[in-house]
């Protein structure tokens, strides 16, 4: 199994975010570290459009592919690496989750290894911050009973008409798993309407009638959308170490 890390220079809320230091080490160094820590991963790479992220990749030992600087979306760049090289899946962990845990990577692949009808999987958590819970930059994903994705969206869904968070609050976390076939097919799709109004790339292969696996973390992951973000992960980070 091939995880690809995409990973982008231009980051339109927080610029260069890939590069961010946390306790000294680049983000993106932080991903590829946790992401080659899983057990089913043989091979990490991060997908990057720009020689200043590649760089401290390759300096710490990783690999890094450069990629077009025209995709709009972390799953075109992942596709884009698939079309180059072999696998039957493939990991997309987001560039903004220094903490992602190895297990959860594991066992996102334990999932797609289980069901051969999952073509796309992802992973998600609960809430149980009610800043989180209104946080527009915090995505959250409601299911069904069968575990596949119904909806995800920026506002706190589902809404609890008589008021407060529902203790069935998710939080989407930026992993993905796809079939190979899947995923060229998927990448190859016109943006979808709500996509578009959400800015949610995962929304479009909802919108095409495709089906999402949503599989529950074993820890949740802090990931770094915003500034503020990224100063909890350095204290988290700070924390760790004493």
Known sequence: MIAVVPARYGSSRLPAKALAEIAGVPMVVRVWRQASKAKSIAR????????????????????????????????????????KIGGDVFLGV?????????????????????????????LATPIIDLLEWTDPNKVKVVCGADGNALYFSRSPIPHARDGGMPKEALRHIGVYAYRRDFLMKFAALPPGVLERIEKLEQLRALEHGYVIRVIKSVAPSLEVDTADDLVRAREAASDSTR
């Open 44 to 83: 990490v790479i991060v997908a990057t459009d720009d020689e200043r992220i590649a760089a401290p990749v390759r300096a710490a030992g990783g690999e890094a592919m450069m990629t077009s600087a025209a995709h709009e979306s972390g799953t075109d760049r992942i596709a884009e690496v698939a079309s």
């Open 94 to 122: 987001q560039g903004d989750q220094p903490f992602i845990a190895p297990a959860d990577l594991d066992a996102l692949a334990e999932a797609m290894r289980a069901d051969a009808s999952i073509q796309m999987a992802t």
